[in-house]
């Protein structure tokens, strides 16, 4: 009892979400409802104070980190450096949700969302990372990839989309090329957001029953499930052949959307020697339980 007083005092002091103020509102004029387990079972029904409470802390702690987002890319802007970072993973894994939560706050004349659609026919004879190489960061600018150039590492070689002969071609080129980006003075963040099969399905369903989020389903999602399989296998040897020292491949645990994205901007900011970075109010080192460095041994397939 004594913890639910806490939690409440602590909503009404930090609550902005409306939808839970009312239900604090409606707390304190029923509070005698509390005295007794019945009561407090009736009053709340299948809304918990405590996942009330959580979410007013992720907020919290998101406009926290938000805050030293700002104050990096101002360092950025100010100093003329180039930071890039990749979001990859398997469909629904949250990356599209991590990027607006980056972002929110940001500069809109200082950083780009590159979300590429499928090559066109011109773009297809050229050289493979050319279409890339024009948004690759300039000085004073962030960009963030929704995907990138790795479609040719996994959807395409599961789907068909390019030859054998391409994809290795890819494969043997793409650390080279990371190599000459970063030694050209290119800040290059690479994550992978994972996500468990039981949770892509989930998120699917959501989507389908969302008019909001069918935009987001395509034909290649839905396909998603089915060839879960053959995405491990070929996800499993883009980290083998490129992960190396100087770009490595960074895995978020996107099981759960708010904690990833909290955990991926604290890792960012832990990267970037920003200033203004000693003086940051909130904690800036990652949780290693949802963001860890791959490294060479059997993931789960959860990833």
Not at 228 to 245: I, L
């Amino acid at each position: 009892m004594k913890t639910i007083f806490q939690d409440l005092e602590y909503l009404k002091k930090n609550l902005e979400d409306k939808k839970a103020q009312k239900i604090v509102k409606e707390l304190e004029e029923n509070m005698h409802l509390l005295k007794t387990k019945s009561g407090l079972s009736q009053l709340m029904g299948k809304k918990k104070l405590a996942k009330i409470t959580r979410n007013v802390e992720y907020e919290n702690e998101l406009k926290a980190l938000q805050v030293e987002l700002i104050k990096l890319q101002n360092w950025v802007y100010d100093n003329n450096k180039r930071v890039m970072i990749i979001f990859e993973g398997r469909d629904a894994a949250g990356k599209g949700g991590a990027i607006k939560r980056f972002t929110q706050y940001l500069n809109p004349r200082k950083f780009r969302v590159v979300a590429l659609q499928k090559p066109t026919e011109v773009e297809t004879g050229q050289f493979y990372f050319q279409r890339y190489f024009q948004h690759l960061p300039n000085p004073g600018e962030i960009t963030f990839f929704d995907r990138s150039w790795y479609n040719r590492a996994i959807v395409e070689p599961v789907f068909n989309f390019c030859t054998p002969e391409q994809y290795e071609k890819f494969m043997k080129e793409v650390p080279e090329i990371e190599h000459a980006i970063i030694d050209d003075g290119i800040l290059l963040i690479k994550f992978w957001f994972s996500i468990s099969k039981e949770n892509q399905q989930k998120r699917f369903k959501e989507r389908m029953s969302n008019p909001l989020k069918h935009w987001k389903l395509s034909p290649v999602d839905q396909k998603a499930q089915e060839m879960w399989d053959k995405f491990t296998h070929f996800k499993e040897e883009m980290f083998s052949r490129t992960h190396t020292g100087f770009s490595p491949w960074i895995i978020v645990d996107s099981n759960d959307k708010k904690r990833a994205r909290l955990e991926s901007i604290r890792y960012v900011l832990s990267q970037i020697p920003y200033e203004g970075k000693d003086d940051a109010k909130i904690n800036l080192h990652h949780d290693p339980d949802i963001v860890e460095r791959y490294h060479r041994r059997t993931h789960s397939e959860n990833v």
